[in-house]
């Protein structure tokens, strides 16, 4: 059964960083996507970035280009989103998600239970 467990959410200032991991395990991820999605309170789900396991391609919602970075850790499993120059209105539910295949649409077949992630102005 696939897992996914997150981790390092949390409370920072704006302007501050954090860095959200994403641990995978029980299955084979080598031609898999995986990625984040955020909620705020009030809105819809949506899609802040993805990673191909395979090769490594990333993709970002255009809120969070140059200032998000997403990358994996083969050895480890993991994917991990760096969040820097954080705004307030990064704050919401992430949730991490992974798919199988080159893509990851809106609806993954998998999630993890959520972090939450409080930027404070």
């Known amino acids: 059964q696939v897992q996914l467990v997150e981790s390092g959410g949390g409370l920072v200032q704006a302007g501050g960083s954090l860095r959200l991991s994403c641990a995978a395990s029980?299955?084979?991820?080598?031609?898999?996507?995986m990625g984040w999605f955020r909620q705020a309170p009030g809105q819809e789900r949506e899609f802040v970035a993805a990673i191909r396991w395979s090769g490594g391609s990333t993709y970002y919602a255009d809120s969070v280009k140059g200032r998000f970075t997403i990358s994996r850790d083969n050895a480890k499993m993991t994917v991990f989103l760096q969040m820097n120059s954080l705004k307030p209105e990064d704050t919401a539910i992430y949730y991490c998600a992974a798919n199988p295949g080159m893509v990851l649409p809106t609806n993954p077949r998998y999630w993890g239970q959520g972090t939450q992630v409080t930027v404070s102005s």
């Open positions: 029980g299955g084979t991820f080598s031609l898999w996507t």
